[in-house]
């Protein structure tokens, strides 16, 4: 029997209409729906296999009923009275206006003609008002509509194509920058090598690239130690796909030819890195996280590889990402943090970020559609840049979302992503939404001189009636330490840091974009039944949403990009006044400014009682990265958090501090 499900309150309105129903004609319904479900109406309860969800966005996860009905093939769709019935259900319910075109597809079930009958019943479903004679005008263009439907399918579109339009973060009237200027980085902290060189693991890429510069440590030891630190923490911290270790041997071997030949690339040239499993390799494997492609490999180098190949940077492994870009389980099983190795490492730059925090790569490259650089470089305590969208090509790299998907870099310095950022960005002549703008890493660029707001609100943002003891005083922990960054600030760089207020717009709305993108981009994997292979199938996961997506209708995708529009409108008028603004890291501004594509630099801030590391959110202007670093690292180097590193995996003679 199929796992039954309670339902929630929230759609008693339903369960009592279908009670209702059942009441005033048992014998048509016995015909109809058989006695199962009858029995099912009287208890306000459907049945319902596991895998079955709400197609028709039902409020309620729980809501059995629906997901019952629209599943459950014994229930749904055999005679014209069930349809009647449960066009009804969703009628008088309210939950399913604007589903017009996925309720049509869905109900034409023997996937044969469409008939003026099918428009009518999806038009009820979906809340609008259509006369037969309205119906049969539509009837031809519907059912040709159909036929170009599957000519589209038939061409079994590649993840790596885009749509023919681009999303672009600048609005009318903006300038950018296009002067290059000499790069300005800080002093070096460092003259000699460490006696033993795993003791300089938690050293920033600045560091190393002084004494690589130098000729006081070589490309190849380096590399050697990197790589056998990758294999001793990995069956712990479980963060690693696939060692490049012959590539990266190669690489460092032909870095210390040419540096002693003096030909010096620049601060990357030897440094060793990690890419996040969704960028493209040649000859090795790119899997993207998920059961089903764990063979994939895609003949090219995404173009962040060779830009950094091209700076003298060693790629040493491909580090694990939740599959497709969800979280941290991968089909390996969950990459850790090396705070904490009972947590995930939060997701889905899950690898990256616990690679570097445990010392085993300089720095590594992830990519966040709509938080996953902060969240992994929060979890684990890196600094995570995630830049401007359009600022870093993402040729090469498995597309989520074509209008949010930004690639940048998780280091253990603020100046270590600029150097990064410095390397990686510009057009490329394939991703046309990057934009020739210029960047200008300034080391000793006065941070006073910088105009700096907080989001008044999201600090002083108080807990939730509904939040639990537990989140209430997390909530209040990360206050404090939110607070004392603004303390900071003020007191010791003598920043005058004034309020400013998150705009009025509904931005948290406008979501469903991703979930619609990310659909259409693995259209295939739903279509053809493969994405059981992924090993997360709950409600929350990308199957389920995959599935969700074929129910946004086309006109709401367009209305939410036009809405896009305003709200773009509105922050852009806040940040007018600034060149940086302050926030907590998560709550609303991770979504607004994953939607107007703005620069955000995530940094540690402070450490849980648990010992687990907080972090702090600095904002930038559109393609103002270089002011945006600045201030964020006066504050680096007006505190210490960014020099702490996991106890487990410090060398036992090194110190908490480089």
Not at 163 to 175: E, Q, S
Request: charged letters at 25%; hydrophobic letters at 40%; glycine letters at 8%.
């Amino acid at each position: 029997m199929p796992q039954r499900r309670t339902i929630s309150r929230g759609c008693w309105g339903v369960c009592a209409l279908a009670e209702t129903e059942v009441a005033a004609s048992d014998a048509k319904v016995d015909a109809s729906f058989g006695q199962e479900a009858r029995a099912a109406g009287r208890q306000r309860r459907w049945f319902m296999g596991r895998e079955a969800t709400s197609s028709l966005g039902c409020l309620h996860d729980a809501c059995a009923c629906c997901n019952g009905l629209l599943y459950n093939p014994a229930i749904l769709m055999k005679t014209a009275l069930q349809r009647r019935i449960f066009l009804a259900y969703c009628s008088r319910a309210g939950f399913a206006a604007t589903l017009f075109p996925g309720v049509l597809w869905a109900l034409n079930e023997e996937k044969g003609p469409i008939t003026k009958e099918l428009i009518g019943e999806a038009a009820t479903v979906a809340g609008i008002a259509i006369t037969p004679e309205q119906g049969d005008m539509m009837l031809k263009d519907l059912n040709d509509g159909l036929k170009d439907y599957e000519a589209i399918h038939a061409l079994k579109i590649p993840n790596d194509v885009p749509p023919a339009f681009r999303f672009d973060p600048v609005l009318p009237g903006m300038k950018l920058d296009t002067e290059k200027r000499p790069m300005r980085m800080s002093r070096a902290t460092v003259n000699a090598a460490p006696g033993n060189l795993e003791d300089g693991a938690f050293y920033t890429v600045r560091q190393w690239a002084e004494l690589i510069r130098t000729k006081k440590v070589s490309a190849v030891a380096l590399t050697e130690m990197y790589i056998e630190r990758l294999k001793s923490y990995d069956p712990v911290l479980l963060f690693n796909i696939t060692l490049t270790d012959e590539r990266a041997m190669a690489q460092a071997r032909e870095a210390d030819k040419e540096i002693a030949a003096g030909k010096y690339r620049g601060p990357l040239h030897g440094i060793p890195w990690g890419a996040k499993d969704l960028i493209a390799v040649k000859g090795y494997r790119t899997t993207w996280g998920a059961g089903g492609f764990e063979k994939q490999e895609i003949d090219e180098d995404a173009t962040v590889v060779k830009r950094l190949d091209e700076a003298g940077a060693i790629l040493i492994a491909k580090l694990t990402l939740g599959a497709l870009a969800m979280d941290d389980g991968w089909f390996g099983g969950k990459t850790r943090n090396p705070w904490n190795t009972e947590q995930g490492s939060s997701g889905s730059s899950a690898g990256p970020a616990s690679a570097t925090a445990s010392g085993c790569v300089a720095f590594s490259i992830g990519s966040e559609t709509l938080g996953s650089i902060a969240s992994p470089s929060t979890r684990c305590g890196c600094t995570g840049l995630r830049p401007t969208f359009g600022r870093v090509p993402r040729t090469g790299a498995m597309a989520l979302s074509w209008t949010m998907d930004k690639l940048g870099p998780i280091c253990r310095s603020v100046e270590d992503c600029a150097l990064v950022l410095d390397a990686i960005h510009g057009p490329d002549e394939k991703d046309w939404t990057v934009h020739s703008a210029s960047f200008n890493w300034d080391a000793t660029l006065d941070a006073k001189k910088l105009r700096v707001g907080y989001l008044k609100d999201e600090f002083e943002k108080k807990p939730g009636d509904d939040d639990s003891k537990d989140d209430k005083e997390a909530r209040e922990e990360r206050a404090k330490f939110d607070q004392q960054t603004l303390d900071v600030l003020r007191t010791k760089l003598g920043i005058d840091v004034k309020p400013v207020n998150v705009p009025d717009f509904p931005y948290t709305h406008l979501t469903f974009l991703l979930s619609g993108e990310a659909g259409a981009a693995f259209d295939e994997l739903t279509r053809s039944g493969r994405d059981k292979l992924l090993t997360g199938q709950t409600k929350d996961d990308w199957p389920n949403i995959f599935r969700e997506s074929h129910f946004i209708p086309a006109v709401e995708y367009v209305n939410a990009n036009r809405a896009r529009y305003i709200g773009m409108q509105k922050w852009a008028e806040m940040f007018a006044k600034f060149d940086v603004i302050v926030a907590p890291s998560f709550g609303d501004q991770l979504v607004i400014t994953n939607l107007t594509g703005n620069p955000a630099l995530i940094l540690p801030n402070g450490f849980r009682k648990d010992g687990t590391p907080t972090s702090i959110t600095f904002l930038g202007q559109l393609y103002g990265e270089a002011k945006l670093l600045a201030l964020a690292r006066a504050y680096q180097e007006a505190t210490d958090f960014h020099l702490k590193y996991p106890p487990k995996f410090t060398p036992k003679n090194s110190e908490s501090k480089a």
